[in-house]
């Protein structure tokens, strides 16, 4: 079993591929033959997905959809002490969720050939934000 924090750098508002980072943080991957990786963002106003890598305007789709289905300035809001962009952050999160599983084989993350682990930066100044990385398997 391996364990290891990563902080990513302050990224602007949107969905971003942090899939070589996650892998560039993590050389022990290379000793685990089958196995598991989970990727856990420690923040409520950020999250985490697999999805496509390849097209960019598929991460700009899904910051128009998030956008459009949780909207800022909602009236009914009572957590809004931390700006207009931070009680949508934290729902947006909530829905993606705040971990991702990916199977290990041959000492490689075993995505498809187009998927990629997303950062969702909901907030827009989110600042950098701290991951913890843990494998196991044989």
């Given at each position: 079993?391996?364990?290891?924090?990563?902080?990513?750098?302050?990224?602007?508002?949107?969905?971003?591929?942090?899939?070589?980072?996650?892998?560039?943080?993590?050389p022990q991957l290379s000793d685990i033959r089958t196995g598991m990786l989970q990727v856990f963002i420690q923040h409520t106003s950020a999250s985490l997905t697999i999805?496509?890598?390849?097209?960019?305007?598929?991460?700009?789709?899904?910051?128009?959809?998030?956008?459009?289905?949780?909207?800022?300035?909602?009236?009914?809001?009572?957590?809004?002490?931390?700006?207009?962009?931070?009680?949508?952050?934290?729902?947006?999160?909530?829905?993606?969720?705040?971990?991702?599983?990916?199977?290990?084989?041959?000492?490689?993350?075993?995505?498809?050939?187009?998927?990629?682990?997303?950062?969702?930066?909901?907030?827009?100044?989110?600042?950098?934000?701290?991951?913890?990385?843990?494998?196991?398997?044989?």
């Amino acid at each position: 079993m391996f364990q290891q924090p990563l902080q990513l750098s302050q990224r602007r508002r949107g969905f971003h591929i942090i899939t070589t980072e996650v892998i560039q943080a993590f050389p022990q991957l290379s000793d685990i033959r089958t196995g598991m990786l989970q990727v856990f963002i420690q923040h409520t106003s950020a999250s985490l997905t697999i999805n496509e890598n390849a097209d960019p305007t598929v991460r700009k789709d899904f910051e128009m959809f998030f956008n459009k289905t949780v909207r800022e300035n909602d009236p009914a809001y009572e957590h809004n002490d931390e700006g207009a962009d931070d009680m949508p952050a934290h729902l947006k999160a909530a829905l993606l969720g705040s971990a991702v599983m990916i199977p290990i084989r041959n000492g490689r993350l075993a995505l498809g050939t187009w998927q990629g682990i997303y950062l969702c930066e909901h907030r827009n100044y989110g600042g950098p934000r701290q991951l913890l990385l843990t494998a196991w398997g044989e």
